[in-house]
């Protein structure tokens, strides 16, 4: 008893300045939304709990519902952008020679050693009507065109009159661009990690018994980097739901998120009370879904036991 006492006080002792840290600028700035989510505005810079639910009733709003469940869409398009993308990256990383995996993991990380704000600005060059893609596809087209005249196919109008640029901003796919641009990163890494654990020797044993290549990377490659997967999907998509400068940015007022009408009910509106509802709703949505994957990871584990 006293060896335990010993370890829970060594515990506490490293553990306390975290705990402080995380109640005093985590729990107890949360507690507050929670209390303004329940509030009123009784003067513009007072606001009095009346434990209220008009707050959360103006949720159902129309105008509130259609750009949740844009938000909820932006962010799923883009989670499974993310993964099918994400996948086969992470196992040519899993699978590359010792020598080479470093510097593949390196170009994953560095994004991340830009800021955010400059990498959208940067999207903005190349997504634009002007911008780098549309030149690139503008010389692209220029040159078919010109292979088609040389092989006598230019009459038929193939291509047609001339290059008409993509529209890609304030429009939901340069939106997504921009989200799947930014959280690429997070879905590889999760998946590559779960692939680095992964017996080799199970594909090479599917495939000794005649397996095809599909037939193993469905029943055995995919199930077997499954945790990885999921992982990767949820924190993938729960940043996406709450992005908040990539649609303002790349969506041009036009695109809007759930996190950019936070963001007017704070900084313009001055709604404090509705700004807190909103947010602790993503907030709930965000422990549900992690409900949903400890749920999930202790059924299987009770199905590994079995």
């Given amino acids: 008893m006293q060896d335990i006492r010993n370890r829970l006080g060594v515990f506490f002792a490293f553990s306390g300045p975290t705990l402080l840290w995380l109640i005093l600028f985590f729990v107890v700035p949360l507690g507050i939304i929670w209390l ?16 209220t639910l008009d707050n959360y009733r103006r949720m159902l709003e129309p105008e509130i519902i259609e750009l949740m469940r844009r938000s909820l869409w932006l962010a799923f398009v883009s989670t499974l952008v993310c993964l099918l993308v994400g996948f086969p ?23 991340f050693w830009t800021n955010l704000l400059i990498r959208t600005y940067a999207l903005l060059n190349i997504l634009g009507t002007r911008g780098r ?10 040159r078919a065109d010109q292979l088609l005249h040389l092989i006598g196919l230019g009459r038929l109008g193939l291509l047609g009159d001339q290059f008409t640029p993509l529209k890609l901003l304030g429009t939901q ?24 654990r992964m017996d080799k020797s199970l594909l090479e044993a599917s495939m000794d018994l005649g397996a095809s290549q599909w037939q193993t990377a469905r029943h055995v490659l995919i199930p077997l980097a499954l945790p990885g997967i999921m992982t990767a999907a949820i924190i993938t998509f729960i940043p996406a739901l709450g992005q908040f ?9 036009q695109v809007d998120m759930i ?6 009910q704070f900084k313009r509106a001055n709604d404090w009370p509705f700004g807190s509802a909103i947010s602790l709703t993503l907030l709930y949505v965000t422990f549900i879904l992690l409900a949903l994957r400890s749920f999930n990871d202790a059924a299987r584990s009770r199905r590994v036991a079995r």
Avoid at 36 to 51: A, K
Avoid at 133 to 142: A, F, P, Q, R
Avoid at 259 to 264: C, D, F, S
Wanted: without cysteine.
């Fill in 133 to 142: 893609l549309n030149d690139l596809l503008g010389w692209l087209y220029e």
């Fill in 245 to 253: 400068l990539t649609p303002d940015l790349l969506g041009r007022g």
């Fill in 89 to 111: 990256m992470a196992l040519v990383i899993a699978t590359a020679s010792h020598g080479a995996k470093p510097w593949l993991l390196l170009l994953i990380m560095l994004p």
């Fill in 36 to 51: 303004y989510s329940f509030g009123e505005n009784v003067s513009l810079t007072r606001i009095e709990t009346t434990w």
């Fill in 259 to 264: 996190a950019n009408v936070i963001e007017r």
């Fill in 173 to 196: 796919t340069g939106v997504i661009y921009g989200i799947v641009y930014v959280s690429l990163p997070f879905a590889i890494l999760p998946i590559y990690s779960s692939l680095e």
